[in-house]
């Protein structure tokens, strides 16, 4: 799932904020400082894809993350190996361009997945 600029920067403030964040204190938060309204119509469309909770507070709504970053990025990450046709050619040359650190985040992950563990 692509998020867009001032969405990408919604998400970054609400997985900063797990506790959760009302919307004019995001709005006063975010670099570009746009209006409650814009960041209101943005988190009402977070929510619509499932991003974004909010639950009553006093007169007002808190707005949280529904997952973690990870949570997200893995999600990403998978929807797009579902839509790169050849998933072998995608795998192995995102394998070759990434740091040794994270090739080996990418073993230890499939070394638990076949003992049947999770990180």
Do not use: C
Not at 20 to 36: F, H, N
Not at 51 to 68: C, D, F, I, P
Not at 70 to 82: I, K, N, T
Request: glycine fraction near 8%; charged fraction near 25%.
């Amino acid at each position: 799932m692509r998020l867009g600029n001032l969405e990408r920067s919604i998400m970054e403030a609400l997985w900063a904020h797990p506790e959760g964040v009302l919307a004019q204190d995001l709005a006063a938060e975010l670099p570009s400082a746009p209006a409650v309204t814009t960041v209101l119509t943005v988190l009402v469309r977070l929510s619509r894809k499932g991003l974004v909770t909010r639950e009553r507070s006093g007169r007002a709504h808190l707005y949280r993350a529904s997952g973690g970053k990870d949570v997200f990025v893995a999600e990403a990450m998978r929807a797009v190996l579902d839509d790169a046709g050849d998933v072998e050619a995608a795998v192995s040359r995102f394998v070759g361009s990434v740091s040794p650190e994270v090739a080996s985040a990418l073993r230890e992950a499939l070394n638990s997945r076949d003992k049947g563990t999770r990180t």
